[in-house]
Nanobody, 115 residues
C-alpha cells in the first residue's frame, strides 16, 4: 500500500520559515519524481516545486529564491524548506509522487502565514 505522509505544517508569522517533510512508503522511491503542490481556499491546486530522482528541480515563479525542495533517498523522504513566508503562501500543501504511470498524493498539511 502506497502512503505519502506529510508533516511540518503550522502557523508562522510573515517572514518566518517552515520545513515540510513527506515520507513515502510502498513505492520504489528512485522511480518517482516527487513534488509539492498547494491549494488555497477557493483556488485550484497549483505546483510549488518538483524534484526528479536525479535531483533536477523546478519551482513556481512565486516561490523561486524562497523555497527549496530536496530528496533524502536513504529515508524515502522529500522536504520543502520554506523561507521568507508570505500571507499568500497560506494553503494546504500536498506531497506528490509521479512515475508517469502512477501518481500518488498525500493527505495534505496546512500552512498558515499570519501575524
Amino acid at each position: 500500500q502506497v502512503q505519502l505522509v506529510e508533516s511540518g505544517g503550522g502557523l508562522v508569522q510573515p517572514g518566518g520559515s517552515l520545513r515540510l517533510s513527506c515520507a513515502a512508503s510502498g513505492i520504489i522511491f528512485r522511480f518517482y519524481a516527487m513534488g509539492w503542490y498547494r491549494q488555497a481556499p477557493g483556488k485550484q491546486r497549483e505546483l510549488v516545486a518538483t524534484i526528479t530522482s536525479g535531483g533536477s528541480t523546478n519551482y513556481a515563479d512565486s516561490v523561486k529564491g524562497r523555497f527549496t525542495i530536496s530528496n533524502d533517498n536513504a529515508r524515502n523522504t522529500v522536504r520543502l524548506q520554506m523561507n521568507s513566508l508570505k500571507p499568500e503562501d497560506t494553503a494546504v500543501y500536498y506531497c506528490n509522487a509521479d512515475s508517469r504511470s502512477y501518481i500518488y498524493w498525500g493527505q495534505g498539511t496546512q500552512v498558515t502565514v499570519s501575524s
